[in-house]
């Protein structure tokens, strides 16, 4: 720590960075535009102007730009200074010559970083008399919409979406003093983080399209804190609605999970909650035809299905964990089911086990940034844990640090590092079936089968350490890229070993635990990480139960009358056969759910669910951190959280039962979690995820809007002036309005937006953070349920490695091996029915290498029928293997499988 002088004031900073992150973490009000907490430093906008003296004696001193100046001790400068506050406001003032006075038609009114500057600089007046310079905007496809004329030419977009993101398709094109930023022509962007320059730009050049659609001032909107439900990862965002109906969702900040950014997919799949396929009403089956019934006549119908008792739970890794647990104490251990496949079961179980017994560390996905030696094995991190996929891109940065470090040369000073980066070689090691999008930072990249890479994992333990089985009849070739990765490894600082259930594959995640493992095991402070596919797989994974398998063999048998479903759609899980013979063997069936599926026409009853913005719920990430979501959406009656309804149901059955004792008295979700914790102990401190329902700050509840929202009489001005009260939730701290508490020290689990005056902007981050980049003033948001390292000492206990090995892959000439093709656009359930995200999906194609492309369809014989699909040729692709598209084929078929492919004519070719 070292001090600095702020206009006579003497504050305590950190050493390492710059002023102007020294001046905003001691509360200072300092514009700039161009320098952002995730990018670093580049000096392109000069509105962060100080004056510097070199002592006590100077009383001149200079004008400096505060982001392009590092601190040192007795460090003085002022930011009052008349000269420095005329040249700020000469910066604002002529970035202004060119931009547009239109901040109340702008869609960035209310949240614009630009409107805070101008205002802090004192720029009120506009002197420019002449034509501005305009340009013509870019269609840039379905999630940014563009309005190049209100650019200051802050360079944010292009260096994040270049350098941060490795995108490569947008650009700044120059000339003089006419700077355009864009694509080469118009077209979609194709990163997969390109919804993060709707928050990354400081003004309104870039902006959220969707939301555009249903356009709403930023201040009327209502804010709660949520969790993304699209992967595993466990991003933390920001709901916001109007008018009881989702309008967007932000990024919010979380230290060690996602911090600034937030892919796409996250953004903008959350079309599904308010589309036509929602369940609104009951749904009860009368002589074969559905028709609504009302909540009392749906729970009378339900007590006479079950009145025998034969009632088996099906539940979702899509679903809370609170609907899960409900779902577990209706029907007793005994006759729960995941809805998991018993292969996805198997490995979402032995991912929990393998990370529970790693005797090194389990990384957050920041510490995964700093890793200097990754080693993805059999996983499409890009795909299935988009975010994950980021923070590996970040970490190939390590040995640029390094060399900085040694040229002292700050890291913050964004542009020198880079160049320095030119030099550096990478560390990313890229061991999958098909290209990802990594390929182009990795240091070496492998093509093959997902038995051929757990192979080569195995070899590269034991190449680590002799102790783990070796690997017999390993090509050359192989066995000196298994040495090559093995040195890196171990020579690292910070190791890492990612791995996950893609491709179904045990052996690939025992390959990667036990990498892992050996590099522990040699001191190394090694991590590793294993992606699950959905947004509570790890919670289900530690509550155990039944799978799908399992419930279909008990129906053949005729032991279950009544089969209650729980936000799963058995569709996506078994073939059109098991459905089938389920739905006869089955004389009832129950679906709980938000969204309707194919099964829900072949169901007797069905309920109405909430979605995630409409209820609150935990869920479990894939590294094992349990976090809350809030309700934002106050749906009508009888649209209820998954919980609620179980509990309904409940009340027709024997309340006897002992695994039902706790049912009937729980009034909102602080009791469910207090029945979990009992039910199961390794679960308890999920209840600590986030305060609960009944905490206050300074005796009040915690507003959801800004002291700037118009009222809830705006709102139904239309039906009536008559005032009404706003909605309210039993299961949060939230008050549905601007009336309540707010501050920059509120838990960071119940943070609904930033704003602390005068930062309206997203920017208003810096003020809930103690240090900027690092955790917020509210504490940690969530709390891990595993351990941060296994064996927790130095000498870690002997680990059992694993000898199931599998046996080289060798390619057929009349069959293909099958492996899930999955994509970040239309593969994942619920972001598939966003109409955004699916107007960036590509058409579902057969992904063969190019030597095996006959024809322009084939027919692929799984063992749930034949699929006739188009073809394409993937690059790289080895032989013997086809990529099916994940959601064309269910997952008790998408795992590794052999199948016979035939070429199908084309139209006018002799068959």
Known sequence: MTTIRIDGRDC?????????????????????????????????????????????????????????????????????????????????????????????????????????????????????????????????????????????????????????????DLAAFAAHDNVYFGRAEDGTLQNAFSGNLVEICPTGVFTDKPFSATYTRKWDLRGAPSICVHCAVGCNTIVNAREETLRRVLNRYNADVNRYMLCDRGRFGHGFVNAPTRIRTPLRTVDGQQVPVSMTDALTAFARMAADGRIVGIASPRAALETCFSLHALVGPRHFSTGQTQQEQDCATLAHALLTRHPGVLPTLHEMESADAVLVLGEDVCATAPRLGLALRQSVRQASFHTADAARVPRWMDAAVRTLAAQCPSALYVLTPAPTDLDGVAAETLRAAPDDIARLGFAIAHEIDPAAPPVTDLAPQDALLAARIAHALVTAGKPLVVSGMQYGSPALMQAAASIAAALARATRDAGLSLVLPDCN???????????????????????????????????????????????????????????????????????????????????????????RFFQVVFPPAPIQSGWRWIQALAHGLDPSMPHMTDLAYWRDLDDVLAALARAFPHLALVARAAPGADYRMGGQKLRSQTYRASGRTVIRSFISVRDQPPPSSPDTPFSSSMEGAYGPDMPAALVSGYQVSPWNSVQALNRFQHEIGGALRGGEAGIRLLPRAGGGDTSPPPYAYATDIPLPYAAQADAVLVLPDTRLFGSEELSMLSPPVMARAAAPALGLPAGRVTSARMRLHLDDGPHVMPVEPVPGLPAGIALCPAHMVARAFRFPRMALLEGIPDEGERP
């Open 537 to 627: 797989s790890m919670g289900l994974a530690m509550m155990g139960g039944l799978s799908l398998e399992a419930v279909m063999e008990r129906a053949r048998t005729g032991g279950i009358s009544t089969l209650v479903i729980a936000e799963n759609d058995l569709t996506r899980q078994l073939s059109p056969a098991d459905v089938a013979e389920l739905v006869a063997a089955v004389p009832d069936i129950v679906v709980i759910d938000h969204t309707a599926t194919p099964l829900c026409r072949q169901a007797s009853l069905v309920l109405p669910a909430s979605t995630f913005s409409e209820c609150s719920g935990t869920l479990v990430s894939q590294e094992g951190r349990a976090q």
């Open 12 to 168: 305590p900073t950190r050493t390492g960075i710059n002023l102007l992150q020294a001046c905003l973490e001691a509360g200072a009000n300092l514009p700039y535009f161009c320098w952002h907490p995730e990018l670093g430093s580049v000096g392109a906008c000069r509105q962060c102007a100080i004056r510097q003296f070199s002592g006590p004696e100077d009383t001149k001193g200079r004008i400096v730009m505060a982001c392009m100046t590092p601190v040192s001790d007795k460090t003085i400068l002022s930011i009052d200074d008349p000269e420095a506050r005329d040249f700020r406001a000469s910066i604002i003032e002529w970035m202004m010559v060119n931009h547009p006075h239109d901040c109340p038609v702008c869609e960035e009114g209310g949240e614009c970083h630009l409107q805070d500057m101008t205002v802090m600089t004192g720029h009120n007046t506009r002197r420019y008399r002449f034509t501005k310079r305009t340009h013509r905007n870019q269609d840039l496809g379905p999630f940014v919409k563009h309005e190049m004329n209100r650019c200051i030419a802050c360079y944010r977009c292009v260096r994040f979406y270049r350098d941060y993101a490795g995108g490569d």
